[in-house]
């Protein structure tokens, strides 16, 4: 009597599958990384300039939306919370850089009293952000 032995295949893993998912993320991440986002979380039209540089130093966005809402932390704050909210700051660095991101359409009055608030909290030169020029 003869027996018969079955051979049982070696088990294989399939990475195809696997193959095609990490060129999926890696697609993702590259289209999507490439898209343009605004700093903060809030969208404003920035203007123009020849002269804008890239300051190194330490720094704190404010930005005023097309509605003249102003924005600290990606919250919309009132005028006097944010002179509270930058004033203990001011006094741990004298050299901290407070940018205004306005939008194109924010009144002059608007952005004059943000800055007041600003310099209030005790920042000598608030700055504009603008977006270079191309």
């Known amino acids: 009597m003869m027996m018969f032995r079955r051979q049982r295949p070696t088990p294989r893993i399939d990475i ?16 999507f990384t490439t898209f343009r986002t605004s700093v903060s979380g809030i969208p404003v039209e920035l203007p123009s300039s020849n002269q ?18 102003v924005f600290y932390d990606d919250k919309e704050i009132s005028l006097t919370r944010l002179t509270q909210a930058l ?18 359409q924010v009144s ?16 000598d030169q608030p700055a ?6 191309k």
């Open 16 to 31: 195809v599958p696997m193959i095609d998912i990490m060129f999926y993320l890696v697609l993702f991440f590259m289209l």
């Open 52 to 69: 804008a540089a890239v300051l190194e130093q330490e720094r704190v966005m404010v930005t005023i939306n097309r509605q003249e809402k």
């Open 87 to 104: 004033t203990p700051l001011a006094q741990a660095n004298p050299n901290l850089l407070v940018i205004i991101n306005a939008d194109t």
């Open 108 to 123: 002059y009055g608007r952005l004059i009293a943000v800055m007041d608030a600003i310099t209030d909290a005790g920042i």
């Open 128 to 133: 504009l952000g603008v977006e270079k020029k």
